[in-house]
């Protein structure tokens, strides 16, 4: 088998793997257990309507933008945002060149949970547990993109807001920013997977601490609780004009033809985690398929034994070894560069 032929069946194996990967961990809830039916749910929520969830794939750079967007509400998800959350996230999930994706709140405010309107429509128990489900489901399948996950906290994540952040690999957050459980002061514990990503993250103990005390959770408290990776400062104009020349000169560099501001979103929020995520991760020089079977192995080691977890390594190894990837990285390291 020639060197080409080899790198198209390798391409081909490792994509037919990651498809199977990201499949096998995606739903808690399976059509019919406890009575779960995700159509008939979807009907339910969309009839509470009220904002947007944006989502932008940039083909380009590997980097997907998805925007909480119900500004009037401080971000808080309505019936439709949640359906519409889904399915954003369900494409992502099956895009095979995909590197990142960025969450963030529009108008500098991240999330506020649900819309009263919406936890109105699910009052009873049973109601309340079929949304219960339903976004388990979907901050699941988030937690496990083949994607690295960055939200940039502002304003405030309240409630389920403070849910949605924990399922994201990342977090940054704006020196003002504010992060609250708020669920006690509401009669109720988190119901969106917040308390198991919650207690990995941070651990029993912090858990339990900021779940009982639902108190405001400052960024330099959450930055020192280790529930956000970096603190960072919106206000600092010579930080927006050193973003804006490095991407300026990036776009040079890649002989874009599309215009600057085409290629790069006009919210500093973006180009903050953008330059972050370069930064920290070289995703311009990184293969989509490998920094996936990364996230892969990683997922798979946080739901699986260790045993289980030890064969899933072994198939996902298989799965990059003698690709593009590795044999361009084997040729550099021969010939010197």
């Known amino acids: 088998m020639n060197k080409c032929r080899k790198v198209l069946v390798v391409k081909s194996r490792v994509e037919s793997f990651l498809y199977a990967t990201n499949?096998?961990?995606?739903?808690?809830?399976?059509?019919?257990?406890?009575?779960?039916?995700?159509?008939?749910?979807?009907?339910?929520?969309v009839t509470a309507q009220g904002g947007s969830v944006d989502l932008t794939v940039d083909h380009d750079t590997g980097i997907s933008l998805l925007k909480i967007n119900n500004s009037a509400k401080r971000n808080a998800f309505s019936g439709n945002m949640m359906v519409s959350l889904k399915?954003?996230?369900?494409?992502?999930?099956?895009?095979?060149?995909?590197?990142?994706?960025?969450?963030?709140?529009?108008?500098?405010?991240?999330?506020?949970?649900?819309?009263?309107?919406?936890v109105r429509r699910f009052s009873s128990k049973q109601e309340g547990e079929k949304m219960c489900m339903y976004m388990q489901n979907t901050l699941t399948l988030l937690h496990q993109l083949p994607l690295l996950?960055?939200?940039?906290?502002?304003?405030?994540?309240i409630g389920g807001g403070a849910e949605l952040l924990t399922a994201c690999d990342f977090r940054l957050i704006n020196?003002?920013?504010?992060i609250q459980f708020v669920h006690k002061k509401m009669g109720l514990t988190p119901?969106?997977?917040?308390v198991t990503r919650?207690?990995?993250?941070?651990?029993?103990d912090k858990a339990l601490h900021l779940l009982s005390a639902s108190n405001k959770i400052s960024a330099q408290d959450a930055l020192h609780l280790g529930l956000v990776d970096k603190l960072v400062q919106l206000t600092q104009r010579d930080l927006f004009r050193e973003i804006r020349a490095r991407a300026e000169l990036a776009s040079k560099d890649l002989n874009h033809e599309k215009p600057l501001?085409?290629?790069?979103?006009?919210?500093?929020?973006?180009?903050i985690a953008i330059d972050w995520l370069q930064t920290k991760f070289d995703l311009d020089n990184t293969d989509p398929k490998v920094l996936q079977a990364i996230k892969a192995s990683v997922t798979c080691c946080s739901n699986l034994s260790l045993l289980e977890s030890l064969k899933n390594e072994r198939n996902i190894f298989k799965s990059v070894w003698g690709g593009e990837a590795n044999l361009k990285a084997l040729d550099e390291i021969k010939f010197g560069k």
């Open 149 to 157: 996950t960055v939200a940039f906290v502002e304003g405030k994540a």
């Open 87 to 118: 399915k954003a996230v369900e494409k992502l999930s099956s895009w095979k060149n995909g590197k990142a994706l960025i969450l963030y709140g529009a108008n500098h405010q991240f999330c506020s949970g649900a819309d009263l309107n919406t």
């Open 191 to 194: 119901g969106w997977g917040g």
């Open 261 to 271: 501001q085409q290629l790069y979103s006009p919210d500093i929020t973006v180009h």
């Open 198 to 204: 919650l207690v990995r993250l941070i651990g029993r």
């Open 175 to 178: 020196e003002d920013a504010e």
């Open 23 to 45: 499949r096998r961990f995606s739903w808690v809830y399976k059509e019919g257990e406890n009575g779960y039916d995700n159509r008939a749910i979807e009907e339910t929520l």
